[in-house]
Nanobody, 119 residues
Framework: QEQLVESGGGLVQPGGSLRLSCAAS????????IGWFRQAPGKEREGVSC????????YYADSVKGRFTISRDNAKNTVYLQMNSLKPEDTAVYYC????????????WGQGTQVTVSS
């Protein structure tokens, strides 16, 4: 059964860092484009970052550009989102998703991991 599982969320102070992981089972991530999304309470889900299957295309939302970095480790079948200089407005549930290509709909979604940035 194809599955994505996010981990690495938690409570962090403003200015701190977290690394989120998105691990796949039942399929290999290296042939998929992977996106990270987030949804804060009372807000719509927004795209944060994505990486193409070839790693040639990376995208970051303006709100996280320069602070977040997406990467993948094919040997571990895992995609990461390194989040630095975190701000309270980064507080949200973060989800990863997999698609056959950036122009395709996302086929698989994880259950989400909570990130809370607060002093």
């Amino acid at each position: 059964q194809e599955q994505l599982v996010e981990s690495g969320g938690g409570l962090v102070q403003p200015g701190g860092s977290l690394r989120l992981s998105c691990a796949a089972s039942g399929f290999t991530l290296d042939s998929y484009a992977i996106g990270w999304f987030r949804q804060a309470p009372g807000k719509e889900r927004e795209g944060v970052s994505c990486i193409s299957s070839s790693d040639a295309i990376l995208y970051y939302a303006d709100s996280v550009k320069g602070r977040f970095t997406i990467s993948r480790d094919n040997a571990k079948n895992t995609v990461y989102l390194q989040m630095n200089s975190l701000k309270p407005e980064d507080t949200a549930v973060y989800y990863c998703a997999a698609a056959k290509g950036l122009e395709y709909p996302y086929d698989y979604w994880g259950q989400g991991t909570q990130v809370t940035v607060s002093s």
